[in-house]
């Protein structure tokens, strides 16, 4: 199927009913029209339990990942969560909000217009003033009495010291990555991530390499790695989005980035040219000319959160094609527990996250053996198979995260 086609089957997604009215969460993730207001314009809850204010490494709206997938537990589980924008405004002193759902708040912090001043280099000390500030008004607005700082990005880290220092929020550092795996990351945030590490309550790690490196720096470390939201992958929905693409189709949802490896991709489509190749994400920083001429590969760009279990369902194997470097190595990839959730069958690269499961998934490295790898994933017909991978989903959710999460953040 050309390109053409694609756009029409995604117009003709879009007039369906979006699956998030029917996911347990919709109240909290499907509301993105409401508009941004002063904090003089806004009321608040009076809080129930600690609050929670995460500095976060990306936006609310960009992917639908960890940061938003904890926030939405804490809120559901009587916090107010308080979800820092990426980006900052030029009006004024104060924050602006945006209610995402219950108890769940987006807060855009003055500061310079740059869209990319929080990831180029370390902070100036007057900008975390300034952010203080802001906080403190949020604060009061807000009625905060109690909170944690659920810090997602180096960068943040003189805020969320400071925010300890005049108002007594602990601090837990959440390390997502390897930072220095990064291409575009500056000494001086990676000084900082030092810094946090030595200096938080609480040092989370998603992966096994990353609570290695941390537990000796840390005064406490969590080994907290990603899980799936099952029960919004575990079903397809109404919506058949690839009903018009001949099959097989071999498909990936998530970012293609730099560790993406387009040309292990790319020797499997000209190899197996009756396979289709479905890639769902943004392609920011990929070099895709090795596929984009290619029939048999489909690139569908960043798609929403729900719509991701309708394509999900409609593919024939799943796959985790991944350079192998630092960055990946220390990489538990969430994609992998949800495209267990659909019992769908994992052809990966070997990443050494992936290494309990092995009996799970499908490893390859070269492009010999990925093509080998998807052949035998294809030709599976173990219903037993699927509901061991469906049962691992289950037992790795976001909801046992944040339960793991809250145990330990009780007892600092």
Known sequence: MGRKGYRTIRSRLRSITPSWLRHPLSNLIADRENAEKP???????????????????IDWDLRFQRPQHLLTQFALNGHRAFYLHTTFHQAGRDPLIRMIGPNLYRVRLPGPPEPDALYRKALNPSLDEAWLGALDALSRGAGIEAAVSLVEFPNWSGLADSCRRSRGWKIVYDCLDEHTGFSNISPGILAREVELIEGSDIVVATSRLLYEKVRSKARRALLLPNAADYDHFKDPGAARPLRGISRPIIGYFGAIAEWFDVELVATA?????????????STHGADLSSVSRLRNVNLLGELPYAELP????????????????????ATNPVKFYEYLSAGKPVV?????????FEDLYYPAGTGAEFVLQIEAALSERSPEKAEARREI???????????????AIRSI
């Open 39 to 57: 904090l003089t314009d806004c009321s608040f809850p009076p809080p129930q339990k600690y609050d929670v204010v995460c500095f976060p490494i």
């Open 269 to 281: 489509a000209r190899r197996r040219k009756d396979w289709q190749f479905v890639l769902i994400g």
């Open 310 to 329: 309708g394509y999900l369902h409609q593919f024939d194997a799943a796959i985790i094609p991944f350079r192998l470097t630092p960055l990946t190595a």
């Open 348 to 356: 990966s690269v070997r990443l050494p996250e992936l290494e309990p």
């Open 393 to 407: 989903a289950r037992a790795n959710t976001w909801r046992h995260r944040y339960e793991q999460l809250s145990d």
